[in-house]
């Protein structure tokens, strides 16, 4: 076990104040001292737990079950939530810290984190009733997968328009439709599904709803991808299922608002993967710099070599500033959504950016998959497609700043 003492005493702040009593400004890399220890746990953590198993995992497509486990056992899997449903009761930059430490080792089994932290876990935090908190938190923070199901094959970047349909019959909801690309959907006991009880309402006809496996959710295909392929990513079947209506989460009709409202957050959690995985190719790259001579002399001594590392070193700080800095608005409770657009964009480009140089210092070993750095490039990629892509993040952005000077 490697839990930290903000999991042991449950006396993590949720405030960023606590940061600088005195309320004296502060640099981002500022962190209070449960931070530093959760940032030393989980890096432990997935050294020990998750790094054996990257390449296997990687291989087959399968999350081990082992891993899976141990971010339940270490208390990862509930970051926000209270101690009272058996979370750890940190705070929201925490979540980030855990993000970026597992992805600096495999960002498959950060963004599995990621999806039950920062949207499942909040959602039935933020708007569940007493008898959903109690339902679902307990089981979510210590022994259930939850996942997000709102993209469909007609509505990835315009979501609402989703055609899935739930009709009201009596005490229950009927649910119909099917949902795509939605991560976790493998291994998730608890889905979170979007669905329109009036489409004549258009998307203020849009209600989320908590749904239980066993309630005849069928998985169906699972996605053979690119990269962070230990991560399921299905296509979900609902064939009129029954779900009562004290599994509304939230109001009838608020679903679209609930969705923009935290896939914000998320997006900041997306950040924390894309440094995360830069900083792990650089990290396998940059010692391979100082082993490896070439005309009398390291390699990473090369005056033109030092200049791109140098670059992409500045690149990944960058990021991490935008990400922190989002991170602690968002705690704040200050507008947060041009910051987490920002920093999920840059830091989707830095990764991708990283990842790449990092195989070309490596050379011919940096292309094959001896050294693992060719899987930070492959897992790279959906930085810039999911929860939001970088054209949505761009326009997002545009709009903010645009509006300052009209």
Not at 41 to 53: E, G, I, M, N, W
Not at 102 to 113: E, H, R, T
Request: glycine share 8%; aromatic share 10%.
């Amino acid at each position: 076990m490697f839990l930290p003492i903000c999991f042991y005493n449950r006396t993590f702040t949720q405030s960023a104040i606590a940061r600088n009593m005195e309320g004296v400004p502060t640099s981002l890399q500022n962190f209070t001292e449960e931070e530093m220890m959760l940032r030393e746990t989980v890096a432990r953590f997935a050294q020990d737990v998750v790094k054996p198993k990257v390449a296997e995992m990687d291989e087959t497509e399968k999350l081990d079950a082992s891993v899976l486990k141990g971010l339940f056992d270490q208390g990862l899997m509930g970051i926000e939530t209270e101690s009272d449903y058996d979370g750890s009761n940190c705070s929201f930059t925490s979540a980030i810290i855990t993000i970026e430490e597992l992805a600096k080792v495999d960002p498959s089994i950060s963004v599995i984190c990621d999806v039950q932290n920062t949207l499942v876990g909040t959602l039935v935090r933020q708007y569940g009733t007493e008898y959903i908190k109690k339902k679902y938190l307990t089981k979510l923070a210590t022994e259930s997968v939850g996942c997000f199901c709102l993209s469909e094959s007609g509505s990835g970047s315009d979501a609402f328009a989703l055609q899935t349909r739930a009709i009201e019959k009596d005490d229950h909801y009927i649910i119909s439709g099917s949902k795509m690309w939605i991560t976790n959907s493998g291994e998730a006991d608890i889905f979170l599904v979007f669905a329109n009880v009036d489409p004549s309402k258009g998307y203020k006809g849009i209600t989320c709803f908590i749904v239980e496996k066993d309630m005849g959710v069928q998985v169906a295909k699972k996605e053979s991808k690119l990269g962070i392929r230990a991560s399921s990513t299905c296509v979900l079947n609902f064939d009129e299922i029954r779900v009562p209506k004290e599994n509304i989460l939230g109001e009838v009709g608020k679903g679209y608002k609930y969705a923009i409202e935290i896939l914000n957050e998320g997006r900041i959690g997306i950040a924390a993967q894309m440094i995360g995985a830069a900083q792990g190719a650089f990290d396998i790259a940059l010692p391979y710099l100082f082993q490896r001579k070439q005309f009398g002399q390291y390699i990473g001594d090369f005056q033109a070599m030092q200049h791109q590392y140098a670059q992409i070193a500045t690149e990944i700080e960058a990021a991490r500033l935008l990400t922190y800095n989002a991170a602690r608005l968002k705690e704040e409770g200050r507008s947060f959504i041009k910051e987490a657009a920002m920093a999920k964009l840059y830091s989707s480009q830095v990764a991708e950016q990283a990842a790449s140089k990092a195989i070309e210092w490596c050379g011919g070993v940096g292309f094959t998959r001896e050294l693992g750095v060719e899987k930070f490039y492959r897992d790279a990629k959906i930085g810039a497609i999911y929860e939001g892509t970088s054209n949505i993040q761009l326009q997002t952005i545009a709009k903010l700043v645009s509006s300052q000077y009209k």
